[in-house]
């Protein structure tokens, strides 16, 4: 079996130099690149220190990765898989990347793709099996939900959104998820995800209504 | 198959919206697009808010050594000569041993692929004993006695191997050939839910076994533990090393599940 391409194509260089360069001036907050830790992982592959460089990205990318994964899949041990698998691979394909997209595009890419194979798959093998626990959306978040002395409003928002992000199917999720959380603008999406910008923005388009719902049926006055 | 190589996935985009949801997704797609379409301000007001709440959502941590586990496997692949990582999922062969969900297994061996040996460790094993739980459960030799368990959070998400916490789900599923109990006692010295007999528990037949199903929340602190008595043994009192002890007077015998010890808090 031929190797899988990770690396975006030729075609996306135009598409990666907008997108760093917008990113560069995007607000901080919602931007996830790293610009300094990529090009610290850069100069040591540069160097030949192909496992310094997977530290600057872990340092860089590990827990907005794993944060990622886990809301897509939505099960720690899974996630956690995932994630390892996701930075076996950069390290792998380090010395191939063609630099014509920051890494950060190409990580997400990987991530995504490998969460999706995943869920999947879990579908798949669910779909085959008896399911020994079935889905339950009505119970607030334990691991979110605020503690009894946690009173915040704002706390109680969060949780209420991740219980509905769950009511998203696990593709629609990762869409909305790379957009507001991983700060990916659609072109960059379109370039991780393999399909067009605006299908991308129809998804995205759609589900901020049925979040807004879902939260206004949960007490959360947007 | 897309281009990458993954599988194509059922994508399931929402739904058309009804009305007022599709006028509100109309001009979300607009202004995604880069133009200034006119809208209520309440409503526009209520996106923003929203958006900057997805923003906002707080990164999860990694369990601990996280970053030094990456490393350790990596520098496994590059000494093993450029090892190709094993997807997360991977179907392993039927021989592999099925470890019961959210147990790892410090290795599992792997058959060797044409591209060379495939890195065996503890998050493989993981993944492979979710997928080889499944793939007993689709109906595969099923053993006399098939033990499997999740800890599920109120979220849905599952929690990571031998941890639980308050409030939340404990859900077993044990297959047993004979008679027998399953059985949850809370810091040695209180039966908190038996199989079959308990609301918590449901029991079927499959095939010439009992399939026993438990779903029990953890709505108190302490330490649970799970034991299989298999055979007909006395009513449970309560205290673990005294129900055991009757069991096996009775001529029933004792089973390790595999399932670790939980304490909440």
Same mark, same amino acid.
């Given at each position: 079996?031929?190797?899988?391409?990770?690396?975006?194509?030729?075609?996306?260089?135009?598409?990666?130099?907008?997108?760093?360069?917008?990113?560069?001036?995007?607000?901080?907050?919602?931007?996830?690149?790293?610009?300094?830790?990529?090009?610290?992982?850069?100069?040591?592959?540069?160097?030949?220190? !192909?496992?310094?460089?997977?530290?600057?990205?872990?340092?860089?990318?590990?827990?907005?990765?794993?944060?990622?994964?886990?809301?897509?899949?939505?099960?720690?041990?899974?996630?956690?898989?995932?994630?390892?698998?996701?930075?076996?691979?950069?390290?792998?394909?380090?010395?191939?990347?063609?630099?014509?997209?920051?890494?950060?595009?190409?990580?997400?890419?990987?991530?995504?793709?490998?969460?999706?194979?995943?869920?999947?798959?879990?579908?798949?093998?669910?779909?085959?099996?008896?399911?020994?626990?079935?889905?339950?959306?009505?119970?607030?978040?334990?691991?979110?939900?605020?503690?009894?002395?946690?009173?915040?409003?704002?706390?109680?928002?969060?949780?209420?959104?991740? !219980?509905?992000?769950?009511?998203?199917?696990?593709?629609?999720?990762?869409?909305?998820?790379?957009?507001?959380?991983?700060?990916?603008?659609?072109?960059?999406?379109?370039?991780?995800?393999?399909? !067009?910008?605006?299908?991308?923005?129809?998804?995205?388009?759609?589900?901020?209504?049925?979040?807004?719902?879902?939260?206004?049926?949960?007490?959360?006055?947007? | 198959?897309?281009? #990458?190589?993954?599988?194509?996935? #059922?994508?399931?985009?929402?739904?058309?919206?009804?009305?007022?949801?599709? #006028?509100?997704?109309?001009?979300?797609?607009?202004?995604?697009?880069?133009?200034?379409?006119?809208?209520?301000?309440?409503?526009?007001?209520?996106?923003? =808010?929203?958006?900057?709440?997805?923003?906002?959502?707080?990164?999860?941590?990694?369990?601990?050594?996280?970053?030094?586990?990456?490393?350790?496997?990596?520098?496994?692949?590059?000494?093993?000569?450029?090892?190709?990582?094993?997807?997360?999922?991977?179907?392993?062969?039927?021989?592999?041993?099925?470890?019961?969900?959210?147990?790892?297994?410090?290795?599992?061996?792997?058959?060797?692929?044409?591209?060379?040996?495939?890195?065996?460790?503890?998050?493989?094993?993981?993944?492979?004993?979710?997928?080889?739980?499944?793939?007993?459960?689709?109906?595969?030799?099923?053993?006399?006695?098939?033990?499997?368990?999740?800890?599920?959070?109120?979220?849905?998400?599952?929690?990571?191997?031998?941890?639980?916490?308050?409030?939340? =789900?404990?859900?077993?599923?044990?297959?047993?050939?004979?008679?027998?109990?399953?059985?949850?006692?809370?810091?040695?010295?209180?039966?908190?839910?038996?199989?079959?007999?308990?609301?918590?528990?449901?029991?079927?037949?499959?095939?010439?076994?009992?399939?026993?199903?438990?779903?029990?929340?953890?709505?108190?602190?302490?330490?649970?533990?799970?034991?299989?008595?298999?055979? #007909?043994?006395?009513?449970?009192?309560?205290?673990?090393?005294?129900?055991?002890?009757?069991?096996?007077?009775?001529?029933?015998?004792?089973?390790?599940?595999?399932?670790?010890?939980?304490?909440?808090?």
């Amino acid at each position: 079996m031929a190797r899988e391409s990770s690396e975006p194509a030729a075609h996306t260089r135009d598409v990666a130099a907008a997108t760093l360069a917008e990113a560069t001036q995007r607000p901080t907050k919602r931007s996830q690149i790293d610009i300094e830790a990529e090009a610290r992982a850069l100069a040591a592959l540069d160097a030949g220190d !192909r496992r310094a460089a997977l530290g600057a990205l872990l340092d860089a990318y590990g827990v907005v990765i794993y944060s990622y994964c886990l809301r897509v899949l939505r099960d720690e041990t899974l996630a956690q898989d995932v994630q390892q698998v996701v930075f076996l691979e950069v390290h792998r394909d380090l010395p191939a990347f063609r630099r014509e997209s920051s890494v950060w595009t190409w990580i997400s890419r990987i991530a995504h793709n490998r969460c999706m194979d995943a869920a999947t798959r879990r579908r798949r093998e669910q779909q085959r099996s008896v399911p020994i626990d079935g889905e339950d959306d009505a119970v607030l978040p334990a691991s979110q939900t605020p503690g009894p002395d946690h009173t915040s409003e704002r706390a109680r928002w969060m949780a209420a959104l991740e !219980r509905c992000l769950q009511r998203l199917s696990e593709p629609v999720r990762a869409t909305v998820l790379m957009k507001y959380q991983q700060g990916l603008t659609f072109d960059e999406m379109a370039v991780a995800v393999g399909e !067009r910008s605006g299908t991308l923005q129809v998804r995205v388009s759609r589900a901020l209504p049925i979040l807004r719902q879902c939260l206004e049926r949960a007490g959360v006055s947007l | 198959m897309t281009r #990458d190589g993954h599988e194509p996935d #059922d994508v399931q985009d929402p739904p058309a919206p009804r009305e007022a949801e599709a #006028d509100d997704a109309a001009w979300l797609l607009a202004r995604m697009r880069g133009e200034s379409p006119a809208k209520e301000p309440s409503t526009a007001a209520a996106y923003a =808010h929203l958006e900057g709440l997805l923003v906002d959502l707080p990164s999860m941590a990694p369990p601990k050594g996280w970053k030094e586990d990456i490393l350790r496997r990596a520098d496994e692949a590059a000494s093993s000569g450029g090892v190709e990582p094993v997807r997360a999922g991977a179907i392993v062969p039927a021989e592999t041993p099925v470890a019961p969900v959210g147990a790892r297994a410090d290795v599992i061996p792997l058959r060797r692929r044409h591209r060379g040996w495939l890195i065996a460790g503890p998050t493989v094993a993981a993944a492979a004993a979710t997928i080889g739980f499944f793939v007993m459960r689709a109906g595969t030799v099923a053993p006399a006695l098939g033990v499997s368990y999740v800890v599920a959070a109120g979220d849905g998400i599952t929690r990571g191997s031998g941890s639980a916490k308050l409030h939340d =789900h404990l859900r077993v599923t044990a297959r047993l050939a004979d008679a027998g109990a399953l059985r949850v006692y809370r810091d040695d010295r209180v039966l908190v839910a038996e199989c079959p007999r308990d609301p918590v528990c449901t029991s079927r037949p499959t095939g010439k076994l009992t399939t026993h199903e438990l779903d029990l929340a953890l709505d108190a602190p302490g330490r649970y533990q799970v034991v299989l008595v298999v055979g #007909d043994a006395p009513a449970a009192t309560g205290r673990i090393g005294d129900d055991l002890a009757a069991a096996r007077a009775a001529g029933a015998t004792i089973r390790d599940p595999k399932i670790p010890t939980f304490i909440v808090r």
